[in-house]
């Protein structure tokens, strides 16, 4: 059986790896457009590769998931992080797990990573064929598919063919020529620019529990907060933005921030702590002495955008003032005007619409014999490994699909 696989990254190598590992009588062949292969493997995590997150409960799991959820959960119960780790292990990559769930090989190297798929690759007998653009996708008799390779006259004959081509605008317009419906493409995973005065000269600060708000929406995200040269990044912007990445978009990337930079408590709560410093340091001047857990240098930006002197101290609050440093501290707005691409890692919200995949083979519902898997499909996930997870989980699931002889 004659098998393609239209690009050589993670969902691609998985699919292609899985499907000749389980039928020797497959012959896979990975078309790849670059000159290599698996280039965002190798620059991901900062060249560390996040190769799946410590979460092994697939309904906790789907919850990272903007987009893509409901459809994640079967395939997820089937190949979730826990398989993924064996998977790798057993190919002699050991993983280790962060603090904060996500998990690295333990060289801190992508390169570990590509080696390792690059191997199963090659010991399964996967055929890598760089610099081929696949330019043309038709059905051809027997519900085979012929493909068009950089412009080449014949077309080559394939029993089945799998799309695992990324964000690809060119792959988009050829699916959408099979009938597809492709679900508008905008990023996902960006952080915000602010030429906010409160945020000047304190790139590099973070606050470790934030909770924010986009007024007029109904998002909102809780997490450490970071601020950068151009505005604000961090966790907390990381999720808001991939959980956001639509109406972010519509909005043009200018809208409205409140942000309660003591996390969860209410104006009343804060206010009533600022009372209880202002009776226990009352000596001691506002802008010197901060509010638990707010850095100091933001601090003192904060006090100055309630209109509090420096030397002014605890004692010599009055009531006004209480409540605008409140205000400050718990509902914060700055104004968003534009984003930045996350270096680290960024994805596109879009792509084919879900409910043309049949997620137990993710076989297309519209074309039989054509698969897909990884963010050619409208699936993606806030930072921390879920991304590469739903290219294996995808990529392992149809090269099993793929490798069944239909009877
Ligand atoms: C900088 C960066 C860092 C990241 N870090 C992480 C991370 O640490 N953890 C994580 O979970 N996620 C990370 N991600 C997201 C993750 O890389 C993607 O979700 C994942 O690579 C998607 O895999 P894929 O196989 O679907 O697509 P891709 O990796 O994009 O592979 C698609 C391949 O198809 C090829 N192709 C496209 N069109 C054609 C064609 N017509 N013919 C032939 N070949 C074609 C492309 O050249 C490409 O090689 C990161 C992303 C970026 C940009």
């Given at each position: 059986?004659?098998?393609?696989?239209?690009g050589?990254?993670?969902?691609?190598?998985?699919?292609?790896?899985?499907?000749?590992?389980?039928?020797?009588?497959c012959?896979?062949?990975?078309?790849?457009?670059?000159k290599?292969?698996?280039?965002?493997?190798?620059i991901?995590?900062?060249?560390?590769?996040?190769?799946?997150?410590?979460?092994?409960?697939?309904?906790?799991?789907?919850?990272?998931?903007?987009?893509?959820?409901?459809?994640?959960?079967?395939?997820?119960?089937?190949?979730?992080?826990?398989?993924?780790?064996?998977?790798?292990e057993?190919?002699?990559?050991?993983?280790?797990?962060?603090?904060?769930?996500?998990?690295?090989?333990?060289?801190?190297?992508?390169?570990?990573?590509?080696?390792?798929?690059?191997?199963a690759?090659?010991?399964?007998?996967?055929q890598?064929?760089?610099s081929?653009?696949?330019?043309?996708?038709?059905?051809?008799?027997?519900?085979a598919?012929?493909?068009?390779?950089?412009?080449?006259?014949?077309p080559?004959?394939?029993q089945?063919?799998?799309i695992?081509?990324?964000?690809?605008?060119?792959?988009?317009?050829?699916l959408?020529?099979l009938?597809?419906?492709?679900?508008e493409?905008?990023p996902?995973?960006?952080?915000f620019?602010?030429?906010?005065?409160?945020?000047?000269d304190?790139s590099?600060?973070?606050?470790?529990d934030?909770?924010l708000?986009?007024?007029?929406?109904?998002?909102?995200?809780?997490?450490?907060l970071?601020?950068?040269?151009?505005?604000?990044?961090?966790?907390?912007i990381?999720?808001?933005s991939?959980?956001g990445?639509?109406?972010?978009?519509?909005?043009?990337?200018?809208f409205?921030?409140?942000?309660?930079?003591?996390?969860?408590?209410?104006?009343?709560?804060i206010?009533?702590?600022?009372l209880r410093l202002?009776?226990?340091?009352g000596k001691?001047t506002v802008?010197?002495?901060?509010?638990?857990?707010?850095?100091?240098r933001?601090?003192q930006q904060l006090?100055?955008?309630a209109g509090?002197?420096?030397?002014?101290?605890?004692?010599?609050?009055?009531?006004?003032t209480?409540?605008?440093?409140?205000e400050?501290?718990?509902?914060a707005?700055f104004?968003?005007?534009?984003k930045?691409?996350?270096?680290?890692?960024?994805?596109?919200?879009?792509?084919?619409?879900?409910?043309?995949?049949?997620?137990?083979?993710?076989?297309?519902?519209?074309?039989?014999n054509l698969?897909?898997a990884?963010?050619?499909?409208?699936?993606?996930?806030?930072?921390?490994g879920?991304?590469?997870q739903?290219?294996?989980?995808?990529?392992?699931?149809a090269?099993?699909?793929?490798?069944?002889?239909r009877?």
């Open positions: 059986m004659q098998i393609a696989i239209i050589g990254g993670a969902a691609g190598f998985f699919a292609a790896i899985n499907c000749a590992e389980a039928n020797p009588d012959r896979v062949t990975i078309f790849e457009r670059g290599s292969v698996l280039e965002k493997v190798r991901s995590g900062g060249g560390r590769c996040n190769v799946t997150h410590a979460c092994f409960d697939a309904r906790a799991l789907v919850q990272y998931y903007p987009r893509g959820q409901r459809e994640l959960l079967g395939p997820f119960l089937r190949f979730g992080p826990a398989e993924t780790i064996a998977w790798f057993q190919r002699g990559v050991q993983l280790k797990t962060e603090a904060d769930g996500r998990m690295f090989p333990t060289t801190d190297d992508s390169g570990t990573i590509v080696a390792c798929l690059q191997r690759a090659q010991q399964a007998g996967v890598v064929m760089t081929s653009r696949v330019e043309h996708i038709a059905p051809a008799s027997s519900g598919w012929q493909l068009q390779i950089n412009g080449d006259e014949r080559r004959i394939f089945k063919l799998m695992a081509s990324g964000s690809n605008p060119a792959i988009w317009q050829l959408r020529g009938g597809h419906s492709i679900v493409p905008v996902s995973l960006f952080t620019n602010t030429k906010d005065t409160r945020l000047r304190l590099g600060v973070s606050v470790p934030a909770a708000r986009i007024t007029g929406t109904s998002l909102s995200a809780r997490g450490p970071l601020i950068t040269h151009w505005g604000l990044s961090g966790p907390a990381l999720r808001i991939a959980w990445a639509r109406q972010l978009y519509d909005l043009n990337y200018r409205p921030l409140e942000i309660n930079f003591t996390g969860d408590k209410k104006i009343a709560e206010q009533e702590e600022l202002k009776t226990a340091q001691k802008a010197a002495h901060p509010y638990p857990d707010i850095p100091l933001f601090w006090t100055a955008a509090i002197r420096p030397e002014l101290r605890w004692a010599d609050l009055d009531k006004k209480v409540q605008a440093l409140a400050q501290t718990g509902a707005t104004q968003i005007a534009g930045s691409t996350f270096k680290e890692e960024f994805v596109t919200a879009g792509g084919v619409f879900l409910k043309e995949v049949d997620f137990k083979t993710f076989e297309s519902r519209l074309q039989p698969y897909l990884g963010e050619v499909l409208d699936i993606d996930a806030i930072t921390g879920f991304n590469f739903a290219a294996w989980t995808g990529g392992w699931i090269g099993r699909a793929l490798a069944e002889v009877g």
